[in-house]
Each structure stands twice: as C-alpha cells, then as structure tokens.
C-alpha cells in the first residue's frame, strides 16, 4: 500500500476549499482546475516570481490529469458537506460551504497562505474570462513555455 499525498484527491481537496474560500464564488469543474494550475505554476503568468511548486518541465501537460484529481476531490467534498453544488442554466458550479470555510480559515502554513494569496491573483486577473478563454490562456503559456 502507498502512502502516496501528493497529486492526490486528497491534496488537491484541500486546494479546492482553500480555492474556493479565496474565490468566494460558484464556479464550474473547469474554472476550479484552471484556477488552481494558474497559481500552481503562477510564475509562467506573470502572476509571482516563483511558482508554488518549485521549477517542473512538464507543467503543462499535467493539466488533465489534474482535473481529473479535482473531480474526484469535488465528490468527496460535496459528500462530506465541505462544497455545495448547484446545477443551473450555466452548468454545474461548486461552492464552499460553511463547513468549509471554517475548515479553509484553519490552515494556518506558509505553503496555504501563499496558495490563497495566489489564488486572490489569478481570481482578480482572470475573473472576467470565461472557461474557454481561460483555457485559450493556458494553452497560449504553454505553448510559450515549449518555445524556452
């Protein structure tokens, strides 16, 4: 058996009600998975220095199985009552719950206060794109980020 935690659901769940708490908004799946590899690897958008995780080559093909992570994380969130859910006209968009929030205020590490610091910069840079716009966005730094 593993003893396996990063790039996890478990790990990327403690992204999402950190996200979410920061965000303080309903968004979809995709927005969520964006969101958090834009802070992740925040310094090739211009958004910090240093990207969060340190230097890897192979940031952007990460971004599927990352969303992958972050739906399977969603799940348990919903269940276990830290995210609400609601499916409407726009399409399914989660939410922190109260449950959450409190859980997200108890993270008390340097490593959560960067992710919600970042996380505050890549909501106020991108919150007037919308989800394709976004993702044209992150192929766009990757594409840049191959040309290095």
């Known amino acids: 058996m593993s003893n396996r ?21 309903a968004v979809t799946l995709d927005r969520i998975a964006a969101y958090d590899f834009i802070a992740i690897y925040s310094e090739d ?8 995780n340190g230097e890897n080559g192979f940031a952007f093909s990460e971004l599927s199985a990352r969303r992958k992570l972050i739906k399977a994380a969603l799940k348990d ?23 959450g929030r409190t859980m997200s205020e108890g993270f008390c ?10 996380m505050r910069l890549v909501s106020e840079k991108y919150d007037n ?20």
Not at 5 to 25: G, I, K, Q
Not at 80 to 98: H, K, M, P, R, W
Not at 109 to 118: C, D, G, I, N, V
């Open 77 to 99: 969130l919903v269940v276990d009552g830290l995210v609400t859910v609601d499916d409407n006209e726009t399409g399914i968009l989660y939410a922190v719950s109260t449950a």
């Open 109 to 118: 590490s340097e490593y959560a206060a960067r992710y919600k610091e970042l």
């Open 45 to 52: 958008f211009a958004i910090s220095e240093n990207a969060l």
């Open 129 to 148: 794109y919308d989800d394709v716009r976004l993702f044209d966005e992150i192929n766009r730094q990757s594409t840049k980020s191959l040309r290095r």
């Open 5 to 25: 935690l990063f790039n996890t659901p478990f790990e990327l769940s403690l992204h999402v009600v950190m996200l979410l708490d920061t965000v303080d908004a």
